[in-house]
């Protein structure tokens, strides 16, 4: 598989073509929790590409040693480990961001994008390929992240990064912040609406 | 070549991984334990100033702390100082589970810049999803609010979690804590309704009403045993 692909391909094609969101279909979950603001789905996103690229540079380092029965197990403990030192290095040097991730850090540990990227990608391949897959899944979903967080927070409290965007005189003329965009189900619709901005685009990947 | 399908591999192979792991883990958390600790104790000064509208970097909290809160005690239910306990090492949460007469009451003295006297007195409850906490500041004569600051731990951004903005603690400034000299806290009801009897009230959160129910009812429970030391203020 590597061989086929180029190390380019393997960073880029995350990015639109096999975005681990809007067409794996992998770490939704997350994507309804972190996005009610733009903040936190940033933060969100940099931790996700940090943890996926060690723990597929680590794991397929590895990858020749761990007995196949058990391979599952030895991915856990490699996510769960990264997380946790993750959430010590914030707790210690990033107070303030680690307390407004709370547990969501913690919930790293089950984005199903890890284990997706673990066990189709690092445990065959060399680490190189295996980094750079790493990265280009977290910056795939962290672009996802990004755009519901940025509608989420823009039509539904009329901030950006928590700096009021929408000017009063909008307010004065009877326009009102959509409540429900904070609520989770606003995250799958703008998640769905992307899905199909996408497909139109990218007629390749529609099914028949 | 060993057989990598073999139970001793597979034994031998998981026992060395999680001690490497532990140890690794053991190590991270050892190593940054201080600073941790150190952030922790920045954050509860930084949480405490922000009760009387001091806003404060993490450089400078520790002095500024030092420098606005004057004094800080214990006292009991019956509004008496319990000698030999630091108010600062009190845990809250704990307390707040006991009996009332057994509680240890932690108060904060903080005097502003224009010489006027606060009372700053910690708050622990539950939200929704997991402990909530607060800071209420009084002014000399313990029946007005001053400042107010909530911090939660899990709660949902942009619902329960909004009790940390300002649109929310403002609202509590100015509110009265006794009414025709009945001892009444502060309550909060949803928007639009007002509590049964006449006490002070703040608007709830849209979308946060179990979080908005779990920040009264923290008001309720944890400023009930200062109402003998709150009185003696007012003397």
């Avoid at chain 1, 789905?41 to 761990?66: E, K, P």
């Avoid at chain 2, 030092?66 to 009190?90: L, Q």
């Avoid at chain 2, 179990?210 to 009812?217: E, Y």
């Amino acid at each position: 598989m590597a061989e086929k692909t180029s190390n380019k391909e393997i960073f880029f094609n995350p990015f639109s073509k096999d975005n681990p969101v809007v067409v794996q279909v992998l770490g939704i979950c997350s994507c309804l929790a972190v996005t009610a603001k733009l903040e936190p789905a940033l933060v969100m996103g940099i931790s996700v590409i940090a943890v996926l690229a060690f723990s597929n540079v680590i794991i397929s380092l590895i990858r020749n040693t761990i007995p196949t029965n058990i391979r599952i197990i030895v991915q856990l403990v490699v996510v769960a480990a990264l997380v946790i030192i993750v959430n010590q290095l914030l707790l210690a040097f990033a107070y303030d961001v680690s307390k407004q991730l709370s547990v969501f850090i913690g919930l790293i540990i089950t984005n199903c994008i890890l284990m997706g990227r673990l066990e189709a990608f690092a445990m065959g391949n060399k680490p190189w390929p295996s980094f750079l897959d790493g990265v280009g899944n977290g910056i795939g979903y962290t672009i996802i992240l990004v755009i519901v967080g940025f509608f989420r927070e823009l039509l539904g409290s009329g901030t950006l990064l928590g700096y009021q965007v929408v000017p009063q005189s909008f307010y004065d003329a009877g326009y009102a912040n959509n409540g429900l965009m904070i609520l989770p189900p606003m995250a799958l619709i703008v998640v769905a609406c992307i899905i199909w901005v996408h497909r139109s685009i990218n007629k390749d990947l529609q099914e028949k | 070549m060993i057989n990598k399908q073999s139970n001793v591999y597979t034994i031998v192979y998981i026992t060395v991984m999680v001690v490497i792991v532990g140890a690794a883990l053991a190590f991270t958390a050892m190593s940054l334990k201080d600073r941790q600790l150190e952030n922790a104790d920045a954050d509860k000064m930084k949480q405490i100033l922000q009760s009387v509208h001091i806003t404060t970097e993490r450089a400078t909290v520790v002095d500024e702390f030092h420098r606005y809160i004057t004094s800080s005690m214990v006292v009991n239910d019956k509004g008496a100082t319990i000698d030999g306990v630091d108010a600062f090492s009190v845990n809250v949460a704990q307390e707040a589970k006991k009996n009332d007469a057994d509680r240890l009451l932690p108060v904060y003295v903080c005097t502003l810049d224009d010489g006027e006297q606060k009372h700053i007195i910690p708050l622990a409850g539950m939200g929704l999803w997991g402990p909530i906490w607060g800071y209420v500041a009084l002014d000399a004569d313990g029946t007005t609010v001053y400042g107010a600051f909530f911090d939660h731990q899990g709660e949902t951004p942009g619902l329960g979690a909004e009790i940390t903005k300002p649109q929310f603690t403002d609202q509590f400034d100015g509110k009265q804590m006794f009414k025709d000299g009945t001892f009444l806290p502060v309550s909060v009801v949803k928007k639009g309704q007002a509590p049964s009897d006449t006490r002070d009230y703040v608007d709830g959160i849209s979308g946060g009403t179990i979080t908005s129910k779990g920040v009264s009812d923290m008001l309720d429970d944890c400023l009930r045993p200062y109402k003998a030391y709150l009185e003696s203020l007012s003397k």
